[in-house]
C-alpha cells in the first residue's frame, strides 16, 4: 500500500515505564477503510499502544504516522491538534457524564469540536437516528444499559465525522446482544462513510471480525495477518490429550511416534494434519494411558501459542501479578 492508502504507520515505536518496556520495536499499517484489531493479553502493550495513537502519550522511540501527521518524541501543537481533529476515541472506560442526558453530553462534546447551532443539532440527530437513540435522549446516562452507553460512546466519538475511529477494548462489559449490534454499527460505519476503525481487544472471537490483527506479546508484534491467514498457518487440526500422566505420555509419544507435543494446564496439545485419522494409532499405542482426546479446528489462542509457547490467558494472568505487585498493566 502506498503512503496514501494508509490511516495509521507505526515504525520501531518503543515506550519504556522506568525499567520496563512495554514496546519493543512494534511496526505494523493500517488501510483507509479497514477494521484492524490489535489482539493481546492484559500487560501485551495494547493500551500504551492505544494512548501513544491517541495523542495521550509521546513514544520513547521511534513513530507512528496518523492521517498524514507524524507522532514522535517532539510533535508539535498543530500536529497534536491535526490528529485530534481528526480522529474518534471510545476509551475503554466510559467517558460519559451520567448526571447528563444523552442529548446533553453529544451537544457538550459538540462544543469542543467547535458545532454549535443548526449544524451541531443536525450532528446529534443524524448520531441519535444511527444508534437508534432517539427515544433515550432526554435520559440521564446513568439509567442506562451498559449496551446503550456504549451506543452513546459511539455516537459521540464520530459526532464530529472522524475518518479513524479508535477503540479501546469496545465489548468489555457488553452483553452478546450487545456485542453483535456494536459489529453491526461498525461495519457500516466502514460501508457508509469509509471510516477506518482501529480497536484494541483480549476477546478472541471479537478479534476473528477484523479484517486484520496484529499480535501483541509482552511488548511485540508476533504477527500481522487476517484471522484466516493466521489460523492457516497451524497446518492442520489441534489434538488435546488427557491422561493421569501427562508429562510420561507426552515423552512417549515423542519418542515412539515422534510427533511434537507440548504439556499446557496438564493436558497434551500438538498439531497435526487430519488428526482424525491420528487418533486410532494413539490409543492403539497409549491404551490404558489415555483418558480422553478431542480434535478442534485451529484457533487464534492456537496460533498465539504456537507463537509463543504458552496459552493467552497465561499471560494474561501473569499481566495481573505485574499489576497486583505495584507496576500498572499496559
Known sequence: MSAT?????VQDLRHRYGEREAL???????????????????????????RILSTLMIPTSGRA??????????????????????????????????KLTVRENLMHQGHLYGLSGSALRGRIHEMLER???????????????????????LA???????SLLLMDEPATGLDPGARHDLWEYLQALRKQDSVTVLMTTHLLEEAERCDRIGILSRGE????DSPEALKARIGGDVLSIESPAPE???????????????????????????????????????????????????????????????????????GG??????????
Open 321 to 330: 501479578e505485574r499489576a497486583s505487585a505495584g507496576v500498572e498493566k499496559r
Open 131 to 153: 444508534f437508534r437513540l432517539s427515544d433515550r435522549a432526554s435520559d440521564r446516562v446513568g439509567t442506562l444499559s451498559g449496551g446503550l452507553c456504549r451506543r452513546v460512546e
Open 156 to 162: 459521540k466519538g464520530l459526532l464530529h465525522r472522524p
Open 5 to 9: 492508502d494508509l490511516a495509521v504507520e
Open 65 to 98: 504516522v496518523v492521517l498524514g501527521s507524524v507522532l514522535d518524541q517532539a510533535p508539535s501543537q498543530g500536529t497534536l491538534h491535526a490528529i485530534r481533529k481528526a480522529i474518534g476515541v471510545v476509551f475503554q472506560a466510559f467517558s460519559l457524564d451520567k
Open 24 to 50: 519493543k520495536g512494534v511496526s505494523f499499517a493500517v488501510g483507509r477503510g479497514e477494521i484492524f484489531g490489535l489482539l493481546g493479553p492484559n500487560g501485551g502493550g495494547k493500551t500504551t499502544l492505544f
Open 221 to 224: 508484534m508476533v504477527a500481522l
Open 248 to 318: 510420561q505420555l507426552a515423552a512417549a509419544i515423542r519418542e515412539k511416534l515422534g510427533a511434537e507435543v507440548q504439556v499446557m494446564d496438564g493436558s497434551i496439545r500438538l498439531e497435526r494434519p487430519e488428526a482424525h485419522r491420528f487418533v486410532p494409532t494413539l490409543i492403539e499405542s497409549f491404551s490404558g494411558q489415555i483418558s480422553a482426546v478431542t480434535v478442534g479446528r485451529p484457533t487464534l489462542e492456537d496460533v498465539f501459542i504456537q507463537l509463543t509457547g504458552h496459552r493467552f490467558w497465561d499471560e494474561d494472568a501473569a
